[in-house]
């Protein structure tokens, strides 16, 4: 069975930092592109960023840029993200989703950016 | 970006009747290999996302065949043939084939 599990989320301060991580099993995880997907609470989906299946490409989107970093070990299966500076607005269910064109999700683990 | 827009924003439906949730893109989503990205999720509350269709059209494995998807360039439409408890929750649509991928604001099913 195709599954991701994401881990690392939590309550953090504003300007702090906090690295998530997403264990995948049951397909060829080097071959998909991964992406990282984020909903506020009460609020829509937002494409926070995305990787290729080699990591050699990676995109963010313009509310992060310059602020997370996306990458992958394609030998232990698993997809990061390393979120610094951050702030109150990125406070979200973060997902993790394979394939470009996000055919499945994961459950979600909550960040919390709050004093 | 490409925004994404859908209606209507709130759909109270009848159970055994059909639904029809239209989206549209503020520009064209073939994308240059000529194909044409649009997804189509739905969220059930508390839960996480699943994909129903990609490619406009073509179902999920496991997705009932009362969900079909339709449409071109930047019109597209999900229809629900007869709607079942289950089916409550928010949809949302989405293209992938400019990056930033961006979503719908979604449409909330609910049963009258």
């Known amino acids: 069975e195709v599954q991701v599990l994401e881990s690392g989320g939590g309550l953090v301060q504003p300007g702090g930092s906090l690295r998530l991580s997403c264990a995948a099993s049951g397909f060829t995880f080097g071959s998909n592109t991964m992406s990282w997907v984020r909903q506020a609470p009460g609020k829509g989906l937002e494409w926070v960023s995305v990787?290729?299946?080699?990591?050699?490409?990676?995109f963010y989107a313009d509310s992060v840029k310059g602020r997370f970093i996306i990458s992958r070990d394609n030998s232990k299966n698993t997809l990061y993200l390393q979120m610094n500076s951050l702030r109150a607005e990125d406070t979200a269910v973060y997902y993790c989703?394979?394939?470009?064109?996000?055919?499945?999700w994961g459950q979600g683990t909550t960040v919390t950016v709050s004093s | 970006d490409v925004v994404m827009s859908q209606s209507p924003l709130s759909l109270p439906v009848t159970l055994g009747q059909p639904a029809s949730i239209s989206c549209r893109s503020s520009?064209?989503?073939?994308?240059?290999?000529?194909?044409?990205?649009l997804n189509w999720f739905h969220q059930r509350p508390g839960q996480s996302p699943r994909r129903l269709i990609y490619k406009i059209s073509t179902r999920d494995s496991g997705v009932p065949d009362r969900f079909s998807g339709s449409g071109s360039g930047t019109d597209f439409t999900l229809k629900i043939s007869r709607v079942e408890a289950e089916d409550v929750g928010i949809y949302y649509c989405?293209?992938?084939?400019?990056?930033?991928?961006?979503f719908g604001p979604g449409t909330k099913v609910d049963i009258k």
């Open positions: 989703v394979k394939d470009a064109n996000l055919g499945v």
């Open positions: 989405m293209q992938a084939t400019h990056w930033p991928g961006t």
């Open positions: 990787i290729s299946g080699n990591g050699d490409s990676a």
């Open positions: 520009q064209s989503v073939v994308h240059s290999d000529g194909n044409t990205y």
